[in-house]
């Protein structure tokens, strides 16, 4: 096993040691050990409820984050403003927030936080009660490639609600996360995005910007307008994949709302909508593997008269069961559906304009040959492999956990203190699929370590914090 040496570790992975302030040991608020910080800096945050609107400092590869989870270190804007602004260029990725509940923020946008050019990492959160104006009552991001990942982002709100003689429409977008601007793709993964409200568009996420959404429950959100769980507005390249997408509802497309640009999605279920599970208002769409199963209009639909620029939509491999409405609706002689080697509920095939008993088509919609079973997916699932990686690394590390490496090729996984140096060799071998390392870091003092894995003069490396 051929090894680089260990402070060129920290030098490719881009770290440098740094100190671990703490709250309220070294500073009694957040903000204050924020504003003594130097890039690589780690404020550690004890339990508690710290009342404050933090605004982020002008540096690089920061880390937030709590002693005990978010159940117990709230951050509580006090309905005075955003909770937490990032407004500055030159945070990226290596800057985390992580394991905080996030409440009570109130804005024009970004309720709960907002990034704009900021790129971070948030993470393992609670974004909670908080409220914006026109966009983003839990999150703002524009002109930011920002990571959201594995956070519970629930009961936001954006708006106030439309009268209901219509004479009040403020263009609000985006309950739960509203993603603007323009920039490399940002990322929305592993999320719980739910009971989230909206005034138009988008009661639980609204993007117009290129993003990739993966591995998120987008649920029992409401939209007054457009987009109950998602709305769609002219990105031309967003991938929703292995989403749920349940129990939204909207005046015109309870799961989805797509309009303009266009719309890649896989392996999603869609289900149990209040309204269309998808609605095309103009856009393309290329959809394969996914279910759109028992909403209360169609599972895809278009609306007559709408969206004339709408060309290029295919729908192949899916489910399309039990809608209320058409299982697939085309309401424009202009918009004809590719929706070939589909699964209608039925062998004999879909109904309406269609020749069997399954979820009824319309004209328009080029439906045959259509699969006599259920639907399955064009591509296969599954970990890569080659190259390690974690596929499950908590942070922060308190006692024994388990970490989950994937990959395949011979391997090294080491753990360094911030100097470098190794302090713990978690395995030594070759990898043929998924494997479990015990790690005990009993033996370890509280701060900031690198588990790296290294491979021939390949490394990759993580930050975690041990906390005793």
Known sequence: MKFVSFTAVLVICGFSPGATIEVPGDFSSIQEALANCQTTDTVLVSPGTYTENIVWPDIADLVLISEMGPAQTIIDGDSSGTVIALLSAVVDTSTVIEGFTIRNGAADQGGGIRCSLSSPLITGNIIEDCFAVFDGGGLYCVNSSVIIDDNIIRDNSVGIPISSDGSSKDLTTGGGIRLAGTGAGAVISNNTISDNYCTYYGGGLASSRDALITGNHIINNISDWFGGGFYHLNASGTVLRENLISGN????????????????????????????????????????????????????????????????????????????????????????????????????????????????????????????????????????????????????????????????????????????????????????GPRSIRWDPSGLTTGMYFICIIQGDDVSSARVTIIR
């Open 249 to 432: 509802s909207s005046n015109w497309g309870g799961g989805i709302m797509l309009q303009g640009g266009h719309l890649t999605i896989s392996r999603c279920d869609i289900l149990d909508n209040e309204g269309d599970g998808l609605h095309i208002y103009y856009g393309s769409l290329t959809a394969d593997s996914s279910a759109f199963l028992r909403n209360t209009g169609d599972g895809i639909g278009t609306g007559g008269g709408k969206g004339s620029g709408s060309r290029g939509v295919s729908v192949h491999h899916c489910n399309i069961v039990d809608n209320d409405g058409f299982g697939i609706r085309s309401s424009n002689s202009w918009l004809t559906f590719d929706a070939t080697l589909n699964w209608w509920g039925d062998a004999s095939g879909p109904g309406g304009v269609g020749p069997g008993s399954g979820d009824e088509v319309s004209i328009y919609v080029e439906y045959d040959p259509w699969l006599t079973y259920t639907g399955i997916s064009e591509e296969s699932g599954g970990s890569p492999s080659g190259t390690p990686f974690f596929a499950h690394l908590p942070n922060p590390v308190r006692s024994s956990t388990t970490l989950i490496l994937e990959g395949g090729g011979r391997a090294g996984v080491r753990v360094l203190d911030l100097s470098g140096r190794e302090v713990a060799s978690l395995y030594d071998g070759v990898l043929s």
